[in-house]
């Protein structure tokens, strides 16, 4: 379990049809798999110069951060300056991530998140390779389609152990480091559904509902050692989570591909679905000085689909 594995469960997939399952696996968000970064993100990857980025000098470690949303969170973390860890149960894509952006700047740890030992190996590393950890995003989750009344008890708690229990293990490893720095940030990943509901991702919204009041705990009892602690919760981003084909092999792509687009046309004001490149920017604002007077907030990200219901 841990870091960005995602299925769809047979129980669910019989019920919902692929637009059904397409409305459910829009909103929610953890570390899944993610499309690639855009050729004007890539090129400012490589061009930002020297001393000049948003997060020079910080140590950051992101989990889940092998691919989707973490890594692009990591990419541009790196663009601005940063040098990041990236915690992942994907250790290849996660090694070759940590070789592309570079030996200086990013080291990759393998990240089961609901692992004790597994933090420990992660502090251990950073401190290593670059001496210290002034922040860290709590990106890694998985998601679960079932209804709650067919939810084996164990499928739950397989959940709970990565989505909230790796959310508490990471603020309760990395804060103590944080803190010897100086300071910094933690950024966890809620969700759309961490404030509000969705039909068949009863664990997935009871998790990230979780995070959300551990984000608010974690801010009054963490800012007197100078960690502000702040929530992401995304709606629907552009991951293969979005799409039913890539989650269950009986689905039409063709299908699941248009029955995705007309949801997010209708059901998000802004008429499409986010990136994982502007998530990545809202954890950059929230991880940068740019956010130094916020602190307890979970911020909504979502195409304006949570202000409400459309008539047209």
Request: aromatic letters at 6%; charged letters at 20%.
């Amino acid at each position: 379990m841990g870091g960005t594995a995602e299925r769809l469960s047979e129980s669910a997939g019989a019920r919902l049809g692929a637009g059904e399952r397409a409305r459910a696996a829009c909103a929610v968000r953890g570390g899944g798999a993610g499309s690639g970064i855009r050729a004007d993100d890539a090129h400012t990857t490589h061009t930002r110069s020297a001393g000049m980025g948003k997060l020079d000098d910080r140590v950051i470690v992101i989990t889940g951060a092998a691919r989707g949303q973490g890594e692009q969170e990591a990419r541009l973390f790196v663009a601005e300056g940063a040098r990041v860890v990236i915690g992942d149960v994907l250790d290849g894509p996660g090694e070759a991530l940590a070789e592309e952006l570079g030996e200086g700047r990013a080291r990759f740890v393998h990240l089961d998140v609901a692992r004790e030992d597994d933090w420990a190996g992660v502090v251990e590393a950073a401190k290593g390779a670059f001496g210290k950890i002034d922040g860290l995003v709590n990106n890694a989750g998985i998601l679960r389609f079932n209804e709650l009344v067919n939810t084996p008890l164990e499928e739950f708690q397989e959940v709970v152990s990565v989505n909230q229990v790796g959310c508490f293990l990471g603020i309760r490893t990395v804060a103590p480091e944080i803190a010897a720095a100086g300071g910094g940030t933690i950024v966890n990943t809620a969700s759309y559904t961490g404030l509000t509901g969705m039909a068949f991702v009863g664990a997935y919204a009871a998790t990230k509902h979780a995070v959300v009041g551990l984000t608010r705990v974690a801010a009054l009892e963490l800012a007197g050692r100078r960690i502000r602690v702040n929530a992401v919760c995304p709606g629907a981003v552009d991951t293969p989570m979005t799409n039913p084909a890539a989650l269950d092999p009986d689905a039409d792509p063709a299908e699941s591909a248009r029955a995705v687009d007309e949801l997010y046309r209708k059901l998000v004001p802004l008429g499409r679905i986010g990136r994982p490149e502007e998530v990545a920017r809202l954890a950059l604002f929230l991880s940068a000085d740019d956010s130094s007077y916020i602190t307890g907030q979970p911020f909504v990200i979502d195409g304006g689909w949570l202000a409400g219901v459309g008539l047209f």
